[in-house]
């Protein structure tokens, strides 16, 4: 059976990298393949939002480099948040450098990604080496990469023969590479049904740029319904900011509307997974 046609749990066995086994089964504990990328740049804020939306989500997706008054404490609060509400975290890091520096600006620094973040990303457009350093320091850790294979914004240069080989890529690392940020699946890429048979590779697919309300910002990014991402495209996490927090912040974050939204785009994703796969009665 093709991999979007089974369940999360059913998957996980599919997978030896334990950030790749930790995420889907979180996913099919919580009934959510909800991501909430918490884009905000006061630590406060932050950790309020990441409290409310903590029970609907599997994952938290962090950008921890904008947070204006980051002490080491937030990681400390961040880790108990994610015991207390049950999710995995992933730094949308994005590195894109050779595999020294990786393996240094995920190690060390102000932020010390690798000993916090379940999850990060890479650009593939150093080649292989970035997988490699970024691997050196992750695979002890029990650490899970991502590779970027497509983007959701107007114009991205991440098309074509890029995608194919950032699939290639992946392939060749299959113990830490466990999916992609992309906007659907990636089985189809240089394979024939023959080559490839089912249950060879499962990668997880994330996928921002996902909103019910807006069809786009004012900075090129490009917005599809989570059913379109799931049902369509056969994406396993939607991935979503400001369609569940808006622009509130501080005194005007309301955590009742976040907590509704969150809900909302939940039930959404969960109710297209069940559709792929072909269960009956929906969540509501
Ligand atoms: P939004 O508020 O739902 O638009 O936030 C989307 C988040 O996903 C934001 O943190 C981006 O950095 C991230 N993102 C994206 O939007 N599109 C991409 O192709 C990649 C990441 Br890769």
Redesign the pocket.
Known sequence: MSSHRKSYGQRAADHSNPAAQLLLHTIERKKSNLAV?V?LTKTSDFLKVIDVVGPYVCLI?T?IDILEDFTPDVIERLKLLSAKHDFVVFE?R?FADIGNTVALQYSSGVHKIASWSHIT?AHPVPGPSVITGLASVGLPLGRGLLL?A????EG?L?TGSYTDDAVRMARAHREFVIGF?A?RRMDHVGTSPSSLPDGVEDFIILT????LEMSG?SMG?Q?RTPEKVILENGCDVI??????YGKGTGDALDVGCVALQAEKYRTEGWNAYLKRIGSTGPTS
């Open positions: 990328s884009d997706k950008h949308d994005k990303n970027l497509q983007m959701s914004t991205s991440a940020i906007q921002p740029g996902v909103s910002d990014q917005y991935i979503v900011g400001r369609g569940i």
